[in-house]
């Protein structure tokens, strides 16, 4: 099956280069109707017609699709999803602070809580102080500019 989609993509001249769809939302699309269509269909045709639909709808996505076709083949149940909402600040629950904390957490540190434990929370609050400095140091300027020198 993979073959199959990786013919169809070369017969369709697939380019990631110039993708103008965003290709993991496209992925995450594709996987949440592939899910519905596994459900409504136990053969699992309905699946296999919804990722070679998406291939031929978004042939800049081949590589994308592929991987997500591999990982739902492999059904490793301890293995991550590929194509996570790690790149949307606006998807976490709260938002820029779990965004941040999950840059840390599973892109620098690959999901070790050991390493998160001894490094993590460092990095994890080092723009805080940063913000905290960026905006005390400008208001004590303009409080020293204005203080009236005493004689």
């Known amino acids: 099956m993979i073959s199959a989609i990786s013919f169809l993509a070369a017969l369709l001249g697939a380019s990631s280069a110039t993708a ?3 290709c993991r939302q496209v992925a ?10 596994t459900t409504s ?5 309905a ?8 291939v031929v709808a978004y042939p800049e996505c081949t590589s994308e699709l592929e991987a997500l076709w591999d990982w739902n ?11 996570a909402k790690s790149g949307d600040p606006k998807s976490y629950p709260l938002g820029p602070i779990s965004w ?10 690959g999901g070790n809580p050991l390493l998160m434990f ?6 994890f609050l080092a723009p805080f102080p940063i913000i905290i400095v960026l905006i005390i140091f400008p208001i004590s300027l303009v409080i020293q500019f204005f ?5």
């Open 47 to 54: 699946s296999v017609k919804v990722f070679t639909d998406a």
């Open 20 to 22: 103008s769809t965003n």
């Open 100 to 109: 941040w904390w999950d840059v840390i957490y599973n892109g620098l540190f």
């Open 41 to 45: 269909d136990p053969s699992g045709q």
């Open 73 to 83: 083949v492999a059904r490793d149940p301890n293995s991550p999803f590929p194509f």
């Open 147 to 151: 203080k009236r020198k005493r004689a």
């Open 28 to 37: 995450r699309d594709v996987q949440s109707n592939g899910a519905v269509a």
């Open 118 to 123: 001894l490094f993590g929370w460092e990095l």
